[in-house]
């Protein structure tokens, strides 16, 4: 098993551009959940999903779309890529939830200037 | 919502010491806690979790303890190896379908 993957590593925008992160995992799990890391604030929650064609928004969902079309892959979109949008992203699945361990994916850097 | 406060942000301690980092949730129907490891450059890692029907879990040098009328949890890391370098994120959930983590707590060991 691969578990979950991203792509791109890095990635470097401009103000304005639009992109898509890219995330899947082959472990089966019903829950895939999108979070971005900044110096100090944690691990911050921008949408998730609990199974193929429903997701909902987390605590940071302003500039980002998801869709879950596949049970294996959950992209985030970002719409209109701001400076503020600089940060890791990290994509996580889990099987059973919130009450199950949380795999994640090993990140997206980007810097948008 | 779930809200959790994670003290201490930052944690420097000497080769051979303790480390202890608390946590305390709001939500009183969370029954799920779970301890990640991050380390520079890597993914979060699940290295111990405890659920509300046990007090406490130790797995080698490290330990978790829950007081759910306090509403508290904290991680316990005896005997710390400069290889225990690293971001520590507590979690909590069952309220809700995704956990809510705290903001994290740089462990620095010196040798």
């Known amino acids: 098993n691969a578990g979950v993957t991203q792509t791109p590593k890095f990635q470097v925008l401009k103000t304005g551009q639009s992109m898509t992160l890219q995330c899947a995992q082959d472990?089966?799990?019903?829950?895939m959940s999108w979070y971005r890391q900044d110096p100090g604030m944690g691990l911050r929650l921008i949408h998730y999903?609990?199974?193929?064609?429903?997701?909902d928004q987390g605590e940071v969902p302003n500039g980002y779309n998801v869709s879950r079309s596949t049970t294996e892959d959950f992209p985030l979109r970002l719409l209109s890529a701001a400076p503020s949008q600089t940060s890791v992203y990290f994509c996580?699945?889990?099987?059973?939830?919130?009450?199950?361990?949380?795999?994640f994916g090993p990140g997206t850097r980007l810097t948008v200037l | 919502g779930e809200n959790v406060e994670q003290h201490p942000s930052t944690l420097s301690v000497q080769e051979g010491d303790s480390a202890v980092i608390k946590c305390t949730y709001s939500?009183?129907?969370?029954?799920?806690f779970p301890w990640y490891k991050q380390e520079l450059g890597k993914r979060p890692q699940l290295i111990i979790d405890?659920?509300?029907?046990?007090g406490e879990k130790k797995d080698q040098r490290i330990a978790v303890t829950l007081n759910k009328t306090a509403k508290h949890f904290s991680l316990h890391i005896t005997e710390t190896q400069p290889e225990d370098s690293a971001v520590y994120f507590c979690?909590?959930?069952?309220?809700?379908?995704?956990?809510?983590f705290g903001r994290g707590t740089s462990l620095i060991v010196h040798p």
């Open positions: 999903s609990v199974g193929a064609g429903i997701t």
């Open positions: 472990m089966n799990h019903e829950y």
């Open positions: 996580a699945s889990a099987l059973a939830g919130a009450e199950d361990t949380q795999y």
């Open positions: 405890i659920r509300s029907n046990v």
């Open positions: 979690a909590a959930s069952g309220g809700s379908y995704i956990p809510t």
């Open positions: 939500d009183s129907a969370s029954n799920y």
